[in-house]
């Protein structure tokens, strides 16, 4: 079996071992169909467990079980549509919270649904209202705080809702420019992170009371990081990050009063604060976790060390605790390694009257393991300026020592991340033949402020694709992909990057695939939702003022640009997204066939910014695999029709 071996100066060579058949072919179904389980949970309580799996139609749903098994598991939701994606528990562990939209709107109405199985009441039903900013409190467990742009589309004011009556009431009215709200222990909104829409600093504000006024507790000017996360028992601290006085965020106590430093619990000096796993009733941090290349988790409070320690001795790969009883007796994580499926476990923390217990409760996938999966090996790639970037390469099982064909799935965002774990379009690819580059380019978030800020009005002619370009001409010059077969394939800023990469270096790429991708970032400004304006200034300041330098806009939009485009273009997009409207994907494709360049365009019109029902994403990825064949030579599952896929070839 070959393998990737990545030395101390980044260099990469392909290992050669014996020869071998390539792995059987993984189904598309069981990568990308609906898991047999997902996402299981803890009542506060301890009393149930819970978890996504599908119902007889299909569809996600939650089902729930007694945490003893002493009964069989219920389904109690029934969503017959796009499947539930996420979900939590109320605090008396008598009913489960989710949210859903209608066709990708993304206008999320938050549900309460019952154990007994009967029909869940939809806590906002206010149409074209959007649900986020959800938070729920021990001591409250009869209501929950939900923030609702129902009085302005364009900021979120703070409801409190009573689970019982459905009785929505205004808590705290949004004075136009805060982001998220914090509640103390007493479940009262004392904190708010608020966007200045004139400089595009961002600010920390916090009051006294309910009846006293706001005031700046922190600020952060633009190109800084940072933000609040949570009070501590007796509300006179603030816990929060901060790349003030630092490069990397720092996790810091602050003095509520004064706003000075009362202690620094965590820093690293390669990456930002990542998660942070709080105790389920004290307000205290306990553990903060660092993803450089891979995560590590720092531990803060001493009396969790040894179950941290068990956890990640049980586990193969990364390890996530993702719920807590309200006694702290029961823990509920996850382990996910890079080369497989996740498993989830029920752990029993240690006392006077019984030992430390491990049980596993399922594996998400449990097919994947007739099948030989690969590992991602992250590595540092030097771009042309010298800026590291932090990045990730999968190699086929079996591959032979001569170049291979490169696919380039870029991240969207573009402030985000790619990181170290299992990626199922990774392994798909790879499977398929394709070696799979995913790179950290500048602008990604999680490496510190320079690095983020060094992506500014760095768009598509400019070092942020620059980076793009300098990791393809580097594998390429290792020997590991074959100059005339590389893909360039992204969703959203990826689906950007792919059009600017065929626009810009048309030499470079034998093809590509754009999902949900902006093609004229002017109109891409014109159209986003109504409750992005708060963050306008920054959007500004981070790619440059499109809509009032039409220079400027013409030079980093690829539609204006669409000429130079060479190589095969597969575009895929969802009709309502919310975020990157249809008429981006639909001026592209309009300004190729005008030129008669070659492009297939798929559009699924009960889908957003992304495809959540699983026929459809098997579809989608269906007709990417077979593309990708065409043009590069890779293996492909044969095609047939996906009953249910909304697909339509415009």
């Not at 409070?301 to 006694?327: K, N, Q, Y």
């Not at 492009?599 to 019109?605: E, G, L, R």
Request: aromatic share 8%.
């Amino acid at each position: 079996m070959s393998s990737q071996a990545i030395d101390s100066e980044g260099e990469s060579t392909v290992v050669d071992a014996a020869a071998t058949a390539p792995p059987a072919l993984i189904p598309r179904e069981v990568l990308f169909g609906n898991p047999t389980r997902a996402q299981a949970r803890l009542s506060p309580d301890g009393r149930h467990l819970s978890w996504l799996a599908p119902s007889t139609d299909g569809v996600l749903n939650v089902w729930v079980q007694p945490a003893d098994r002493s009964e069989e598991a219920r389904q109690i939701t029934h969503d017959q549509q796009r499947g539930i994606r996420s979900y939590g528990w109320t605090e008396d562990g008598s009913r489960i919270l989710y949210v859903q939209d209608e066709g990708g709107d993304e206008n999320w109405h938050l549900y309460a649904a019952p154990l007994d199985g009967s029909e869940a009441r939809d806590l906002t039903p206010f149409d074209g209202v959007r649900a986020q900013n959800l938070m729920t409190d021990p001591e409250h467990p009869g209501e929950v705080l939900v923030g609702l742009n129902k009085r302005d589309p364009s900021v979120f004011d703070m409801y409190r809702i009573q689970l019982d009556s459905g009785e929505v009431e205004l808590d705290t009215e949004n004075p136009g420019n805060v982001l998220n709200w914090l509640t103390d222990a007493d479940f009262r909104i004392r904190g708010a992170e608020a966007s200045d829409p004139e400089t595009g600093d961002d600010s920390i504000r916090v009051r006294d009371a309910e009846d006293q006024p706001w005031r700046e507790l922190l600020r952060f000017p633009f190109g800084e990081n940072g933000g609040a996360l949570a009070f501590n028992e007796q509300g006179d601290q603030l816990f929060v990050t901060s790349s003030l006085a630092s490069d990397t965020t720092r996790l810091l106590a602050i003095d509520v009063k004064t706003g000075q430093v009362s202690t620094e619990l965590a820093r690293d000096a390669k990456a930002d604060v990542g998660s942070v796993i709080m105790h389920p009733t004290e307000h205290r941090i306990q553990a903060v976790e660092f993803d450089y290349l891979k995560p590590q988790w720092t531990v803060i409070d001493p009396s969790i060390a040894s179950d941290l320690a068990c956890l990640d001795e049980v586990a193969d790969g990364t390890v996530s605790v993702v719920s807590r009883t309200r006694a702290d007796d029961r823990w509920v994580f996850v382990d996910q390694p890079d080369d497989g499926p996740a498993t989830y476990y029920l752990y029993d923390r240690p006392d006077e009257h019984k030992p430390r217990k491990v049980e596993a409760l399922f594996v998400t996938r449990p097919e994947l393991a007739e099948y030989e999966l690969t590992k991602m090996q992250p590595l540092e790639i030097q771009a042309r300026d010298g800026l590291t970037l932090p990045s990730y390469l999968t190699l086929p099982i079996g591959a032979k020592r001569k170049p291979l064909p490169l696919v380039l799935m870029v991240h969207g965002g573009p402030w985000a991340r790619d990181d170290w774990g299992y990626n199922a379009q990774a392994q798909w690819l790879a499977n398929r033949g394709y070696a799979v580059l995913q790179v950290n380019f500048r602008g990604s978030i999680g490496f510190g402020k320079a690095f983020l800020n060094a992506g500014n009005e760095e768009w598509g002619v400019g070092a942020m694709q620059h980076d793009l370009t300098d990791a393809v001409r580097w594998a390429i010059a290792r020997g590991i992909a074959d100059p005339e077969r590389v893909c360039i394939y992204g969703g959203s800023y990826g689906g950007y990057a792919t059009l600017a990469g065929l626009a810009f270096t048309p030499e470079l790429y034998a093809c590509g695939v754009d999902i949900v991708g902006p093609s004229n970032i002017e109109t891409l400004f014109q159209s986003v939702p109504p409750y992005w304006a708060p963050m306008k200034k920054q959007l500004i300041k981070r790619v440059g003022d499109v809509e009032n330098d039409a220079a400027l806009n013409r030079r980093i939009s690829p539609l204006f640009h669409a000429e130079k485009i060479e190589a095969p273009l597969l575009v895929l997009q969802g009709a309502n997204d919310p975020r990157v409207k249809i008429a981006e994907a639909d001026q592209i494709v309009a300004a190729m066939r005008a030129k008669d360049l070659p492009v297939t365009y798929i559009v699924f019109p009960d889908e957003g910014h992304g495809f959540a029902r699983p026929e459809n994403r098997l579809d989608a990825n269906a007709r990417i695999e077979q593309f990708l064949a065409e043009q590069l030579g890779g293996r492909v599952e044969p095609i047939t029709p996906i009953e249910g896929s909304s697909a339509e070839e415009r």
